[in-house]
């Protein structure tokens, strides 16, 4: 009896020691009348920053008060009547967003370190051929 009254102790501690949501308040979505409770740090149970308005901000993406709008790495969508398709931008092998502009600036430096480094073995062959 005592080994399972220090193991049901013990249980006890630990559930108390895994952090805890508190709500401490309520935000209401303006458009979809959603009351999201928030603990001290305005985020919710499934830790998305919520704004005053009910929009969220959350790991996976930022969702926009009207239940319709969201942005994530995939499958993005405006807010209706905009005409946005819903197309991200593109997204590597892991999943994280790419910089188009910054893939290629990379090739271009790349590029240009080439071009230098032939210019230097042209620069080389011609300072070998002097005074023949």
């Known amino acids: 009896n ?39 740090e305005n985020l919710d149970i499934n ?11 959350c790991p996976l993406g930022a969702f926009g008060s009207d239940g319709q709008s969201r942005v994530q790495f995939r499958g993005n969508k405006g807010p209706g009547q905009t005409g946005s398709n819903g197309n991200a931008g593109p997204i590597s092998q892991a999943g994280l967003p790419i910089d188009p502009a910054a893939e290629t600036y990379k090739k271009q430096i790349e590029a240009y370190q080439k071009w230098a480094e032939q210019q230097v073995k042209n ?7 002097a005074g023949r």
């Open 2 to 40: 005592m080994q399972r009254l220090i193991l049901f102790s013990c249980l006890v501690c630990m559930g108390l020691g895994f952090p805890q949501f508190i709500p401490v308040a309520e935000v209401q979505n303006i458009r979809t009348g959603e009351l999201i409770a928030v603990n001290a």
């Open 47 to 57: 830790g998305c920053l919520v704004g005053p308005s009910g929009e969220k901000v």
């Open 123 to 129: 620069a080389e062959k011609q300072l070998g051929t």
